[in-house]
């Protein structure tokens, strides 16, 4: 398999904001690696044999449920152990192996953010592919420049598949995609914005990102719980206009 280059990630913090709830948290994270790069067409070719037209692209038009299956084929294939465990359609992450995953979304923030504070961490137009550059299709990954963790294409180019549920009281089993896309104006290309989707759904500008990092807690790490998703089910407060809850 053409090698999936990864960068280890030192113990930090970030803070996530909630917009539905008005709320944030900050949560320390443990070192964990991540991909320098997005997964491309050429590695997902190699492990899932899916023909690829571009092999230096970013993947896209890819699902979840795609991207979590790539994730336990590649470590099957470097004899690690693999991460996710299938009930049907129903995944469960156990968090003690070490083979590769999707980032959480703290992770994933973190990495994108690499101490900046600000919306991007270098002016945009030199970090990602927007809707500025008037493209119509993902662009070769690493044609940007990366961020201080040595980073590249983590805002722009495509969006990037993350563990975390988007908002189960309103979206159900959405999963949330971070980063924005090609087609996306500035405003979307942020690090902060939070987009997601179904498990089964794909876009032409939504592809992954590999993590690795194992824990000693079971059914929770790195800012993501199963308790807490469950918690986040339970409708509380009121919702903005046009937000409705899931089965209402």
Not at 40 to 52: F, I, K, Y
Not at 54 to 83: K, Q
């Amino acid at each position: 398999m053409s090698d999936i280059e990864l960068v280890r990630l030192p113990a930090g913090a970030v803070t996530l904001h909630d917009a539905r709830r008005r709320t944030r948290r900050t949560v320390q994270l443990e070192p964990f690696a991540v991909g320098v790069f997005p997964v491309t067409e050429e590695q997902v070719t190699e492990v899932l044999g899916t023909p690829s037209l571009h092999p230096r692209r970013p993947v896209a038009d890819v699902s979840w449920l795609r991207a979590i299956h790539f994730c336990n084929a590649a470590s099957e294939w470097e004899g690690l152990d693999p991460v996710y465990h299938f009930e049907g359609e129903d995944v469960a992450w156990d968090t003690t192996a070490d083979g590769y995953r999707l980032p959480t979304e703290a992770e994933w923030e973190y990495a994108c953010r690499a101490g900046a504070t600000g919306p991007h961490y270098a002016p945009l137009a030199e970090a990602a592919w927007t809707a500025a550059d008037g493209v119509g299709t993902p662009q070769n990954v690493g044609g940007k420049l990366p961020n201080l963790h040595g980073l590249f294409d983590t805002l722009g180019n495509v969006w990037e598949w993350c563990w975390d549920l988007l908002d189960p009281a309103r979206y159900d089993d959405y999963r949330v995609f971070r980063g924005g896309g090609f087609a996306d104006d500035a405003w979307s290309v942020r690090a902060s914005v939070r987009r997601g989707g179904a498990p089964r759904m794909h876009h032409e500008d939504v592809g992954f990102r590999v993590a690795r990092g194992a824990f000693d807690t079971e059914n929770e790490a790195q800012g993501w719980s199963a308790a807490a998703d469950r918690e986040r089910a339970m409708v509380d407060g009121s919702l903005s206009p046009g937000w409705t809850p899931r089965g209402r």
